[in-house]
């Protein structure tokens, strides 16, 4: 039975996976390796807390309780030492997964199942760092956390058919939809996805249409929620390159190259919300398109 979940990595998605387990009574161990970071993401759970409370959706005790069954550790092997499940929400890159993955495999319960918030990564590479396989999954939240009620339900080559559908019952549990999903480069979501977002960079890059008419047509003409230019922004552009760059390697298509102008963004750091600039400009609280002629 699952009571404690430790969730690796602080950043917008820990904190984010940390605030829903939290606030369906579990206990969370959260950790990262940066101080700042673990003070930084329990004040973002505050906040967004809030905003909950605002609109009514919880009431005060639900508030207080949900920051009371969170914990930070500084350590990962103190943080997942009598965990049932860990949650690696860490930064997109392979070998920092499974050098992480390799540290929890020494550190964890031998019972304890080893996820991964990976959007495009090979579970069954990850799971090749660890002596437990058969206990590696992926547990793809979409952002933000809160809000989005998907997750994608990896399986790797050696995942145990009852380590699924113990995943699968614990985001109903908390909420969610569960799709599962076999493991192949982009998985579903973002196999889709990143080649829209690619598109739409480049017909920005050879001047079909403008940032905001982009978004615009992609919204109003095909019912998206936000254009595909601003989700990048909110994705990050540099994960939505090594996205690409993944999908590209494993599945051997050209196709998934990156497009040039998102490349050069990158290098420029202009990788969207979290920089303050990306396709548009948030420095000043709005959003104005931000890559004119003078990008392409």
């Known amino acids: 039975m699952l009571q404690t979940i430790a969730v690796i990595g602080a950043g917008t998605m820990g904190n984010g996976i940390a605030h829903v387990v939290a606030q369906h009574g579990f206990r969370v161990h959260l950790t990262d390796t940066r101080p700042e970071a673990l003070q930084q993401a329990l004040q973002t759970i505050s906040n967004n807390l809030d905003r909950q409370l605002s609109k009514q959706l919880i009431g005060t005790d639900d508030k207080t309780a949900t920051l009371a069954n969170i914990t930070i550790f500084p350590s990962l092997e103190k943080s997942v030492a009598n965990a049932q499940l860990v949650i690696e929400a860490a930064t997109e890159r392979t070998a920092l997964k499974l050098d992480i993955f390799r540290q929890l495999d020494k550190a964890a319960p031998p019972d304890c199942i080893l996820a991964s918030n990976t959007s495009s990564i090979s579970i069954t590479h990850i799971a090749s760092a660890t002596t437990r396989p058969e206990k590696v999954i992926g547990m793809h939240f979409m952002n933000p956390v809160p809000v989005m009620r998907l997750v994608e339900i990896i399986n790797g080559y050696a995942t145990e058919a009852a380590v699924t559908s113990q995943i699968v019952d614990l985001s109903q549990q908390l909420g969610k939809v569960a799709c599962v999903v076999n493991d192949y480069p982009g998985f579903i979501a973002n196999r889709i996805l990143m080649p829209m977002i690619n598109e739409a960079v480049y017909s920005l890059f050879e001047g079909v249409a ?44 050209p196709q998934y190259t990156p497009c040039p102008l998102l490349t050069n963004m990158v290098e420029a750091g202009k990788l969207g919300v979290k920089t303050g600039e990306g396709f548009y400009d948030y420095s000043k609280g709005i959003k104005q398109p931000a890559v004119s002629a003078r990008f392409l």
Request: hydrophobic share 50%.
């Open 210 to 253: 403008g940032v905001a008419e982009i978004d615009t047509i992609m919204q109003l003409g095909m019912a998206h929620p936000m254009g595909p230019l601003r989700l990048a922004d909110l994705i990050g552009l540099d994960t939505c390159a090594a996205i690409l760059k993944v999908m590209r390697d494993g599945l051997g298509k």
